[in-house]
């Protein structure tokens, strides 16, 4: 119900929280992307900084690509209408 209210812009009981919190995210990666802070983003930012997440030193990732193989073109016969032949 909170789902259908959400899409239809419907405001019920169950929804309103979800759409503050969707709200909030929404301005919070718009700060972040200008580097526009506001107070409520700046604890945010404060919290996440001392959350047991990996920090970016210790994470190290090695990227491996995979050897692509060249797709070979496959004529499967006829056109849209069955009548490419004669061109």
Do not use: R, W
């Not at 239809?8 to 200008?34: C, D, Q, R």
């Not at 970016?56 to 090695?62: I, L, Q, T």
Request: net charge negative; charged share 25%; proline share 3%.
């Amino acid at each position: 119900m909170t789902g259908l209210s959400l899409e239809t812009g419907y405001a019920t009981e169950l929804s309103v929280p979800h759409a503050i919190i969707n709200s909030f995210k929404n301005l919070a990666a718009i700060g972040l992307e200008t580097n526009y802070l506001f107070e409520a983003l700046k604890g945010c930012q404060q919290g996440s900084s001392s959350s047991s997440a990996p920090k970016k030193e210790a994470v190290k990732e090695v990227a491996v690509e995979a050897p692509q193989e060249e797709a070979e073109d496959v004529d499967l016969g006829g056109g849209l209408f069955g009548d490419d032949d004669e061109f």
